[in-house]
Structures are given as structure tokens and as C-alpha cells.
């Protein structure tokens, strides 16, 4: 439908070719991206008043400390699992109650076993297991969680490195019996390559976000580097689903965790800093992943949208979280049909030059391109995208500061080269993520 | 949804709501600015149009000969000037088509001018040789990618003969009956074309054999 309208702004019968030709201007095709603007700025606005309202909020502290039981699935992690184990060996000196880690080995075929098992040897709170059943880190979760000992259970990514205190802010949380599942900020560890620096930036963006996803009730993500479940209630629900059934199985679980009746918390304190995907092609799949995990459990727990019982999160945050999906409807059709015109109006004009047998002068192609005059070019849409990108800025600044990041002249190099760069791959991620979606393109983890 | 919820909620609505009205009150005032710009850029060039062809129908009644070289020289690069000044004033403008009406106005201006500077070079051509000039007047439609090697052809021929080939770039479609009666007088068939001292050219002819169009041709890719 929004595509039939799109061509519908830019043809009218009843105008004269010379009109046809000085309107076919972005303003009149522009209305649907004007909308667009317009809802992606009250979501913005809705998440900035939150986090304004949740402001001053801390993390409860603790009366007594409940045991723990921390499960790291692993496999082929012999660069990070030591200085994982070492974070965690630091987390049991500050801890005041029991305490155990679980490290369960999905059959690598690297070091990771040898190195583990070494500071199992040493430390007697580290369990390692070989995992048994299928492959993938859904169930090597549920392996763990049966033999788990205590009544919280926590999961850390093998490249993740929690805080020491984390544990101590998180488990406050679980005094309030209705609280299922507890989750945390993220940052990246030492961002080197651009790549990377771009995941930090995003990370630090995500953290405002769960701060006001989390004033909200909303939190749909128990992010896989550090977060904290009640066994009970993984028990109720059955725990973690496979990539069978989703491919992003943190994601999953908390519609599951809202269906039984609880609730997911963020702390406000505890941060885990975690190695992000190094190259292009890594993030493409990892991001081709998560996305698809998204549009699984979206239409997975669909029963949820509009049900009073849920709250906010199925009243407000799953039809918001549906429509910014469908909105990527629009930024597709807006790059295809802008391509097709682009390459359509190249390839007559090529073959032209081909007829009448003359070399084009790319100079003069291009000069015009660069003879804007910008005093001109000034419009609705410009003014609205300007308030839009003021509020964007000011959400940042927050992510910055509830990440308790310094800001450097490289963050600010990088957050003006974001929508360059990193916001037009994140549109390919998600097409691809369509497109293999609906093709059934198998899903990998790895 | 508890009460604190549903408040953020109508806050942020009316904070979007607030925004993108201040956004559409700053839009509008930035338009009303351009558009009064650019009224006074058209009601500017028209004065100026009117005068300079008061000012050259003045300098033709009280001449003893209004057929001088010299007076037509004059006239003709007064025109060039102004055309010169609108020239300028529409490329700005065609960046900018949110003014789709007065952008019309601002080409209308510029072709007729363009005509009128035409009609004076066609004049001084056939009367006095030593001024003597050469031509293109390039027809062009709306939207034509078939053109662009034509503009390369027509911009490599003014590079090669400088001020010695005038060029005119005349929109068909733009609506003047002036430039449809040149159409027919001419005999022009399909658009684009173009008009090189009075002959009509057709493609083809334009990239290969353009030089054999001009006055006073020697063959070798120069004027004598």
C-alpha cells in the first residue's frame, strides 16, 4: 500500500509536463518519510522522557545474598575464556553469598577445554561439563540449569567481562518475587577497528535505552553477556528455546518470562564490557541473526500485541517495535526506487552516448552534483529532520553518560560518521535479514 | 499500563506534536522569506527587461540610422548582459523547487530574453558583417537523457569557438508561443534539435559535422 502511494505523489495526469518535471522533487514524494520522521521522533521523546522519570532511580541493595550459579557456555573461546574465568574469579572474592560457575564445553575443537580445565583445577567454585546433547548455546544453558545449585542462575557470554560488583548490584532485585529475569548495560571491550568503534557507540546508545525500556516495563532483550534469571521460573517456562525455533533465544525468553508472570529489571550499576564482531562480514551475520530473531519472536508472541495483561510493553512498546520493523518498508522502497531512476536515467543516457559515438565528459557529470546552492535547499522536511537529529544527539550524550563513558574527539569522529556509514549497513542487515527470512535461509549461530 | 506511563506517553505526544509544529511555523518562515526573494528577483528582471527595451526602441526612434552597426552591437550586448544576470538567477532557483510558479515566471523571463538577444544577433548577422557571429540555438525537451551527449557536443563546440558561437537553450515545452512559431517556421520535426545559423540539425549531424555549420569555415577545425 505504501508503496502505491509513493508513485501516486509523483504522477498526476493533470499536470503539464513542465510542471511534472520542476515537481518531481523530493518534497512531494516526501510525505511518507515526513510521517516516518514524525513517529521516529515521538518514539525518541517517549524513551528521553523516560529516562528523565527514571533519573535518581538506584539499584536495591540487598538484604541477604542469594547463591548463584553463573553458566558460561563455550565453544572454540580459547582468546577470551581465561580472562572471562579471571573476571568471575574476582566477582566470587566480592560476593558475599554462594557461588559457583558452570562452565559447559560444546565439544571445541580449540584449547578452550585444556585452558578451563586448568582453572577448574585450581578454583574448586569452576565446573566444567561436556555438553551432551545438541549443539548450540540455547541448550547448553539448559544442560547447566539442571545441575545449577543455586536459586538465580546467570549467564556469561565466554567474551564477556563483568564488573566485580556487578552480582552485588543485580541481586537486590530478586527481594521482589515477580522479578524474573535481570539484565545489564553493555560497553565494548578495547575498540580498535572502526568496525568495532561503531558497535561501541551503538552500545552505549542501547544503554539508554534499557534505561528507559526499563522505567517502561518494556525490556524485550536479556542480553547474552550478563543476565540473571530466577531457576523457578526458567523451570515454569521451560527455559531457553534452540535455534530451531529462534535464533536469538535471549530475546525469545523474555516474552516467555511475561507470559508467566514476571518481570524483567535492569540494573542501573552493573555494566559487562564484551568483545564485539571484528570484521564487516562477522557483524553482517551476527546482525543478519539478531534480526531475524526479532522478526521470529515478534510474530512468535504476536497473541501478546494489545493485551492488557502485559502492560505497557504489549499496549505501546510491541505495536512501536512493529511499526519502526515496518517502517524499514519505506527506507527500502525509497533506496530501490531511487536506484531504478538512477540507473535507468544512466543507462539510456550511456547508450545515447554510444548511438552518437562520443566520449561523456565525467567532469561536467559530476560538477553538477556539486553546484547546490544551500541557502536554497531548505525545506519542511530539513527543519523536522533538524529537530529530529537534535533529539538523536541529546540521546547519545545520555548513552555517554549512563555508560559512564568520557567522551573523546574519536566518539564524536565516529558518532558523525554513524549515519554515513554505520546506519546504511544497518538498512542492509535488515533487508538481508528479510529477504533470507522469507526465504527460509537456514540460520546459523556461528 | 500504569498512570506514571500513560503520562510519559501524552507527554511525548504533545512534545512531537509541539516540535513538528515549531518545525512546519520555521519552514514556513523560511519560505515565505525565499518566495519573497524570489518576487522581487522576477519583478527585478522584468523591470529591467522592460527598461533596456524601452531604452533600445528609444535609441532606434531618435537614431539618424537605426540601422548602424555600431547601435547594434550596443544593443545586443546590453541584452547579453541581462540575459547574462537571469541566466544566473535561474540556476539558483532550480535548485530550489519548492517554488514551482514563480520558477515558471523566472524562465519564462529568461527565454524571452534569450529570443530577443536571438532576434538582435539574426538582425546585426545580416547587416553587418564585420560583427558577424555564429549561432546555436539548441531545442531541448523536459527530462531527455538522449541530450546529454548533445550538451557535451554543444558545450565541446563553445569551448572550441569561444565568443565567436552564441548559444540559446530553449525549453520546448516551456509554453511561449514565440518559441512554438520558431518551431514551425523552422520545420522541426522532433526535439531535441538545434537551430546552427538558421539551418536545423538533427544529432548525428551535431557531433560529426557541426563545424561545417559555421561561418567562415576553413576545413581545419578553425575560423578565418
Known sequence: ML???????????NQSVQEYILTSDPMHLDYILLFSVGLLLFFMLLYFFAYLDARGRKDPKPKKYPGISIIVPIWNEEDTIKETLGCLVNIKKKYAGDFEVIVVDDNSTDNSYSLTKELANKYKFIKLVTKKGKKGKAESF??????????LVACVDADAFPEEKSLEYIVGYFADEKVGAVTTKMVVKDPKKLVEWFQHIEYLFSNFLLSAYGHLESIYVTKGPLSVYRKRVLKKIGGFKGIDITPTEDMEITFRIRKAGYTIKNSIDAKVSTRVMPTWKKLFWQRV??????LINFTKHRDMMFDRQYGFFSMVMMPIITITISMLAIVIYYLIFNLI??????????????????????????????EINFAYVVSYLIVIIAFAGLVWIITYA???????????????????????????AQIIFWVSAIILQLTKYKSRWR | MNDSNKKLLFKALSATLAIMFLSLLFANLIYDWKKSNMDADILEIYNKSLDLKITNNFFDSVSVDNNSCDLIETQLTGVADLLYDIGKKVNLASEDKSNVSDLIALQKQYVYNNLELWLRLRKENSLCPQYRRNYIMYLYPYNCNECAPLETAIRDAKDKYGDELWI?????????????????????????????????????????????????????GTIE
Open chain 1, 142 to 151: 539448559n544442560e547447566a540449569t539442571k545441575i545449577a545449585k543455586y536459586e
Open chain 1, 289 to 294: 541473526r539478531w534480526n531475524r530473531g526479532s
Open chain 1, 3 to 13: 508503496f502505491c502511494l509513493g508513485v501516486h505523489f509523483q504522477t498526476n495526469k
Open chain 2, 168 to 220: 540559446f537553450s530553449i525549453p520546448k515545452e516551456i509554453n511561449i508561443k514565440s518559441v512554438d512559431a520558431i518551431v514551425d517556421y523552422y520545420g522541426v520535426n522532433y526535439i531535441p534539435a538545434v537551430i546552427i545559423n538558421d539551418k536545423v540539425i538533427y544529432e548525428q549531424d551535431i557531433i560529426n559535422n557541426l563545424d561545417m555549420y559555421m561561418f567562415d569555415y576553413n576545413g581545419e
Open chain 1, 398 to 424: 545520555v548513552g555517554f553518560y549512563e555508560s559512564k563513558e568520557k567522551l573523546k574527539i574519536k566518539h564524536i569522529i565516529i558518532l558523525i560518521l554513524t549515519p554515513i556509514i554505520y546506519t546504511p
Open chain 1, 341 to 370: 531512476n538512477i540507473l535507468v536515467n544512466f543507462f539510456v543516457k550511456m547508450y545515447w552516448y554510444a548511438y552518437l559515438k562520443i566520449i561523456p565528459n565525467p567532469f561536467i557529470a559530476l560538477q553538477r552534483y556539486f
